[in-house]
């Protein structure tokens, strides 16, 4: 059989050595179209491991992790994740040491306490790694203003968590016609992000003189905890109106201890963080509102942060994301739902 290439007359030989050219030629194209990618990642000679270490198990950091991930294949980046069985500086700190011993190019890290986590962040970056905040921040959590102990990573990432703790006051407000006894549930003391959702919350409640606000429960990151302690104001303080959660733990918990008195949709939740569970609660009446961060967003910008400044580009010293306000009148609609959190 013949047949034509280039309008020239082939024999069978011929075909297979056109058809073996042909390979070549396809594949020779392939490669001139990676190389630039590739010799991107490769440009100072080895690929970027950049360490991400939340701080506990919990779905907010697991969404922060898909965030990352797909940051780091994005940009041909190894991403190492460990996460700490319980919010605890004792459990957090050998796991910043193993990964410090692993010698990555950066670690992002939500630090389980302002102070306590300075110096052995201090060890990483004397080592050259660099280090960059997520979600928590240590010290005042101004960076690279030549002022304080803490002031050395190079950014960091998060919500405006005053500013949440402000629309959590204002919703619980609005939940309660502006008048009644109101409490915040929360973690622990000494944690950046839920201090300033308590700080946020406590400056705009000050704006509803029919609101009293009680002294606030600190549940140690234990949702059984906060249950107990909802029941323990309650017992204090029948009519009390309503409650703030001021993390995925502490709302779970306080929505807790009202079903288990039998007060759903009588004492209103307000919730910080939305997994399924808050979600779900919503959908039962039993929380009122969800204020959700985007951490998947968090992680997306921590990886593609640390890469930038990795490969000598200038990266900002904070990046602010956002809310989405969840309520049983939008929670079915998809722009609202992508920010359900997931495991
Ligand atoms: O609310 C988040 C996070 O922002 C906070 O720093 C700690 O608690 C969570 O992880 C939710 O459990």
Redesign the pocket.
Known sequence: MVSTFFNINLNNNERQIMKKIKRYLVSICMLAFLLPMVSNIYADGHKKTIALLP??V?P??FTMHRGAKHAADALGVNLLFQIPKQ?NVSVQVPILNAIIAKKPDAILI?PTDKVQLIAPLKAAVDQGIKVITV??FIDDGMYQDGSGRGDFPLSYIA?DNVLGGRMAARALAKSINNKGKVYVSN?VPG?S??DQREEGFKLEIKNYPGISLLKTQFND?DANKAAAQLQAVVARNPDLSGVFGA???SAIGAADGVKALGKSGKIKVVA??APTRIVNDIKSGLIDLAIA?HPAEIGYYGVVTAYAALTGQSIPVTIGTGFTVMDASNIDDPDVKKFIYSD
């Open positions: 701080g506990v919990d907010f950091y919010w939500a979600d928590t919500s973690t944690v992000t839920t990151d993390n995925l733990f910080f963080d961060q």
